[in-house]
């Protein structure tokens, strides 16, 4: 079709129904207008707010009331040009359903994470294989900070992934940070039969009690507020070392609430100590794997 086909066939189009005309009109002015108003009001947010993550949620909020404000005044423009096409409107509507399955299911993800509010900009989540920080949340998408993967102890890759809404639900879910802010982590200290390990129990024990009490604190006010929303029940939360034995040796394993963001941190300062402490010891060796040939 040469393009004074297609001149003529608009044209043919636009006599039929007179009202087109106005309501394209009427559309373009609504977008231009919506997206002016929201663009004064982004500037001036971010000149009279500070906080990044606070003027982040002000853009978001003001995108998703624009959005839906531009729809529904959009819809009231041609809702009476459609009246005729009912039937051509469902027909439409159906064959939009099944080719457009994902981008559905992800906004009615999208919907979803802003109702029931499994992760917020700013937690810790796992969904799937995928483990970050939330970024960035989307009508289609949101988006992680990596976290794991090749880096060890929870520390960020740099690696911004894209995960579609409608992952919420199919995959698994796991919010690290969410009500209750602290995770356990096991740190474990391998001895040698020989070692007195009595005394090394309680040298660990001193050792987490004194780098982990503030942690304990914290974590009894969180208790007791997630409690109100969830069934948890935790009867220890102080830091414990537990004992068993390995084939190279006594296993001693400090059991401690943490911080996801600084589980790295608080090992490497336990650990510190551990050395330091050990070392003062005669009777008290690290242990490894070793081999005995006897003759």
């Known amino acids: 079709m040469d393009l004074e086909s297609l001149n003529q066939e608009f044209s043919t189009f636009i006599e039929q129904f007179p009202s087109i005309s106005y309501q394209i009109a009427a559309t373009i002015i609504v977008i ?10 982004v500037r001036i947010i971010n000149k009279k707010i500070d906080d990044e993550k606070l003027q982040y949620k002000w853009r978001k909020n003001l995108t998703y009331v624009s959005g839906f404000l531009g729809l529904f005044i959009i819809g009231s423009i041609w809702s009476d040009g459609f009246k005729s096409f009912s039937t051509f409107l469902g027909l439409l509507s159906a064959g939009l359903a099944i080719a457009l399955k994902d981008p559905v299911s992800d906004f ?6 802003l109702w029931r509010k499994p992760f917020e900009v700013g937690d810790r989540i796992q969904i799937g294989d995928v483990k970050g920080d939330v970024i960035d949340v989307r009508l289609f998408k949101f988006t992680v900070l990596e976290i794991g993967n090749w880096v060890h102890a929870d520390q960020s890759t740099g690696r911004v992934v894209h995960v579609s809404n409608h992952k919420v639900f ?3 879910l796991a919010n690290y940070t969410s009500d209750f802010e602290f995770i356990w982590n096991e740190i474990q200290v391998l001895i040698t039969f020989e070692s007195d390990w009595k005394k090394a129990k309680k040298i660990l024990q001193e050792i987490a009690d004194k780098h982990l009490k503030d942690f304990v604190n914290e974590a009894e006010r969180q208790v007791k507020r997630a409690t109100k929303s969830y069934l948890i029940h935790y009867r220890y939360l102080t830091p414990i070392v537990y004992t068993d034995v390995l084939d190279s ?4 394993t400090i059991r401690h609430l943490t911080n996801p963001r600084t589980r790295r941190k608080v090992s490497q300062a336990i650990w510190e100590d551990i050395l330091d402490r050990f070392d003062e ?3 008290i060796d690290l242990a490894y ?7």
Do not use: C, K, Q, Y
Request: proline content about 3%.
């Open 32 to 41: 231009l207008g919506l997206w002016l108003i929201r663009l004064i009001a």
């Open 108 to 113: 009615a993800g999208w919907a979803f994470i």
């Open 170 to 172: 199919t995959d698994s």
């Open 249 to 252: 040796g006594v296993n001693l």
């Open 281 to 283: 010891h005669d009777n």
């Open 289 to 295: 794997p070793t081999m005995r040939i006897e003759r």
